[in-house]
């Protein structure tokens, strides 16, 4: 009897343990997170948002860019700047290597490239660039600027944005130009004062029919040929002389070979710096606003480098025993008339007094 009273107690337990246990709640897992209500004075202030995804700031990319000139030339020197504000811009994913002196090349092969998207960027004469874009032959002309304050004045204005238009329409994207100061008749044989005395003489010029005619209009043997030839060629009397200015005498060490310098200031001609477009487009929208900005400060600097180094380099010039003398600068600017009327018969005159109107 005992033991049939201690299974129905057993029993009763039992029951009694799983009543209780069904009537406990369950807890939740989580609570679910309340929406924002930001039209409730009571709602707890929604907490910060997160930044929101940094926009693809475009590609890694090594650009090559190539000069004729020497590497203490004020592009050279504007060109370094340029491509330490680039590389900041753009957190390092874009790296602008600098080649002076022609390492990569003559300009016609630059220019080539950038077609090609093999050469990122080139500077290039105006000599070299008329041969893809003819109209810029009026840069070619003798004495189409008077002065340094003249064609600063265009490239500023009207000029420089038909330069931009024009580059763009071949094919190349415009980065800007490069101040080269006034081009001269160098030589290793003597001074030049009047067109007479190039007689014979064979004077190195650009790859230009323009600036190779212009030579032979003055009385020499216009002899197109890459920058970085000139010194070899003056040395093994393949030369007699070159056109150019003060700086790039001293910038490429020519004056060793050649120490004669007549100021005949025939050409103040801007030298331009173009990109391959297939490079330019493949960079982002920020990368290329960083790259334009920079550009902008890159023609300031080279200008501004240029004029303080001028004098200065002639001074030096002198000590190396460079000659110079002045020249009847009328009698070259006559001789070279025929050349206005061949560019007029091309291209007719507006162009010629796009230039000639600026304002300065």
């Not at 801007?270 to 960079?283: E, K, R, Y």
């Amino acid at each position: 009897m005992k033991k049939k009273l201690s299974i129905v107690l057993a029993l009763a337990l039992v029951l009694a343990l799983a009543l209780s246990a069904c009537g406990q709640a369950a807890a939740p897992a989580a609570a679910p997170a309340a929406p924002a209500d930001s039209g409730s004075a009571a709602a707890a202030p929604a907490a910060p948002a997160a930044e929101p995804a940094a926009e693809d700031d475009g590609p890694t990319l090594s650009i090559n860019l190539s000069s004729p000139v020497g590497d203490t030339h004020p592009a050279i020197q504007a060109y370094k700047i340029f491509a330490e504000e680039v590389s900041a811009g753009t957190n390092g994913k874009i790296t602008i290597n600098v080649y002076p002196n022609g390492a990569l090349g003559d300009q016609a092969d630059g220019l080539a490239g950038l077609k090609l998207g093999t050469m990122g960027m080139q500077h290039c004469n105006s000599g070299p660039v008329a041969t893809v874009i003819p109209e810029f032959d009026v840069f070619n002309l003798p004495y189409i600027f008077d002065s340094g304050e003249h064609i600063r004045a265009a490239m500023a204005g009207e000029v420089g944005e038909w330069v931009k238009e024009k580059v763009e329409e071949a094919g190349f994207h415009y980065l800007g130009w490069i101040y080269g100061g006034s081009r001269s008749i160098i030589t290793d044989v003597g001074p030049v004062v009047k067109p007479e005395d190039l007689n014979g003489l064979k004077i190195r010029v650009q790859s230009s029919d323009t600036m190779v005619a212009m030579i032979n209009a003055m009385g020499g043997i216009g002899t197109p040929m890459a920058q970085s030839e000139v010194y070899s060629a003056l040395q093994q009397g393949v030369i007699d002389g070159w056109e150019n200015s003060v700086i790039t005498l001293q910038s490429l060490s020519l004056y060793e070979v050649s120490q004669y310098f007549s100021r005949t200031e025939h050409l103040i001609n801007p030298d331009f710096l173009l990109m391959s477009q297939s490079v330019w487009d493949s960079m982002s929208a920020s990368q290329q606003q960083v790259m334009t900005e920079a550009m902008e400060r890159c023609v300031a600097n080279e200008i501004q480098f240029w004029l303080d180094q001028e004098a200065e380099t002639e001074a030096k010039l002198l000590e190396e025993g460079v000659s110079f003398n002045d020249v009847d600068k009328a009698a070259f600017n006559e001789a070279c008339q025929p050349l206005w009327d061949t560019y007029k018969a091309n291209f007719g005159e507006e162009n010629i007094l796009r230039i000639q109107n600026v304002a300065y």
